[in-house]
Every structure is written in C-alpha cells, then in structure tokens.
C-alpha cells in the first residue's frame, strides 16, 4: 500500500524465533497504532519488572556493534532491529508498536520475508492523517577513505542504489539501484538474507556474538563459494541485503525519505554518517505532506537513527 494517508496493520501479528547473536528465543507482536504514533517498541521481559516503550529513533541507540541495540542494556534494550524496520519501511507503514519479550529481536531466515510475509498476513489500513515526508532540498555527502554515502534531492518517491566491493571473490563487486515501492521491495529485497565469513565465525563467538547463526538464517562464505547446501536465492543476493540494511537504516530517520540515496561500500556505518550529516543542517531538508506539497518549518524531533553495523556473521 502506498498512499498519501499514513497507515498501520488491521490486527495485530505474532512471530517467534531466536536472536542471531544470543541464541535464546524471542516472541514479537507487532500491532496497529494510531497516526503519528510513528514505529516503537515496548519491551517487556525486563531484568526490573517494568515494561519499557523505545521508539525507533536515533536518540534511543545504545549500541551499533554489529547489530542495532536501542534502549537501556541495563534497565531494557532491543537489539537487532534492522530487518524489521526494513520490512515496514519497504511496505510502507508508518505507524506501528512492536511488542518483544526479551533482549533481541528474532532473526528468522535472516532475510525481511518472514516480516513481510506476517505484515501481509493481515494487511494494512490508513490512519486518517496525512502522510509526511523528509525532502532531501540539497545534496550531502559524507566519505570514509573509498567508501562514500550521498543523499539528492528526487521529484518524488525514494531511489536507492547501493554499491559493495568486497575482497572475497565470492561477493566481489556488485550494484543494486531500484525505486523503493512495496511490490518491488518484496520481489527484489526482502528474501535476501544476511550473510558473512566462515573465517570470522570463531571470532565472533569468543566475543559472544553469532551465538545464534547458522545456515538457516546465515548465507555463510566460504574462500572459494557459498556453504549453504541451497545456495543463494538471487546471484547478487549479498548486495541486496546491503540494499535492505540501508532501508533498514534510513527508516530510523523517523519519516520516510524524499530523496535519492546513493553508496559504495557504506554500510550501516556510512548511513548514520549521512544522516547525521543531512540534518546538521536545516537548510538540507523539509518536511512535507503528499509529493511536491507545501514546506512546513523542519523540527528537530525529525532527527537521524541508524543501525551502525549490520547483523552480518
């Protein structure tokens, strides 16, 4: 659905799994909110008792080795939020309360499908509010010895073209660029999964990290090819899930995007990178109603949140 009045689901969803990097299980519900509420989580579970409301958002993270943490270790966190918010910003929804049981959010196949697949499920309404959106006004640009993120202006809608270049021959170099719409995020994006280095997975468990991958919801890389029995689901699939991740990402900007984004070799770290870099300066962006509609005066609660690594053992 896309449309110029904000939505929500029709009923709320369930789905359960375990964490990628804690191994233990996880139960989620997401369910309908009302317009302007925008995408939140309520973590219940905790250490102290008390149920804690986080929304997705910047100045909630607390953490971004490796996967995205928001909230308090201490007093309720959710970890691992990228794929999730890549699922409801690639369908379009704008309003949302996630309702998790632990620590980490599940990881599934390790792909968006799972998401979507359940968001479907139930299907989407509007909020009878209208629409707003983040108008990128003038290029920004940011770099990191090769790597570089860019965010220009875009008459309407939101492009993304990513670009990855990795030493390992079996990922090497590669290019995805589409318009992000609902059809064409669950046919082209949302069934890529996560993926990383057979090399590196000794690492990561010494440091308590991929306690839960494995090759149900991992593409693992071997030297010379891909370990999964059943391969890869599309020949570029590994910058595709770059290409989710960045949706992921931007979504935490708070509004969906009008603007073209464009990176190569970035990452979740280029991303908060560039939008840090969009709104330091006002002059940047708008927020607007509907496509080409009138300015209002940019607020500051519209500010940047971004997963600084991805999920990617």
Not at 242 to 258: R, S, T
Not at 277 to 287: C, E, H, K, S
């Amino acid at each position: 659905m896309r449309t110029n009045q904000q939505t929500t689901l029709k009923t709320s969803v369930t789905l359960t799994g375990i964490g990628v990097h804690s191994g233990n299980p996880a139960e989620i519900t997401i369910h309908p909110a009302k317009a302007n509420h925008g995408i939140a989580f309520l973590r219940t579970g905790t250490t102290t008792g008390n149920d804690r409301l986080i929304k997705a958002h910047f100045a909630c993270v607390s953490a971004t080795e490796l996967c995205t943490v928001i909230g308090d270790v201490e007093t309720g966190a959710v970890a691992t939020i990228e794929h999730l918010m890549s699922a409801l910003y690639g369908l379009g929804v704008d309003n949302a309360l996630i309702e998790i049981d632990g620590p980490e959010m599940p990881i599934l196949d390790g792909s968006a499908r799972p998401f979507v697949t359940a968001i479907d499920s139930v299907g989407l309404t509007t909020c009878g509010a209208p629409r707003r959106w983040i108008k990128v006004l003038q290029p920004v640009r940011i770099e990191a010895g090769r790597a570089f993120a860019e965010l220009r202006p875009l008459d309407c809608g939101f492009r993304l073209d990513v670009e990855i270049d990795f030493e390992s021959p079996v990922i090497g170099r590669s290019r995805k660029a589409m318009d992000l719409t609902p059809a064409a995020y669950r046919r082209e994006i949302a069934p890529a999964r996560t993926f990383g280095m057979m090399k590196d997975v000794e690492r990561y468990w010494k440091a308590g990290f991929a306690l839960g991958a494995s090759l149900d919801n991992t593409v693992a890389v071997g030297e010379t090819a891909v370990v999964n029995p059943e391969g890869l689901r599309f020949a570029d699939e590994f910058v595709r899930h770059k290409f989710l991740d960045a949706v992921g990402d931007l979504a935490l900007a708070g509004l969906p995007i009008q603007g073209a984004y464009r990176s190569y070799c970035g990452g979740h770290r280029m991303n908060v990178g560039i939008l840090e870099a969009l709104f330091a300066d006002r002059a940047n962006f708008a927020i607007v109603e509907g496509p080409g509609a009138r300015r209002e005066p940019a607020r500051a609660e519209f500010g940047l949140g971004i997963a600084a690594f991805a999920a990617e053992l």
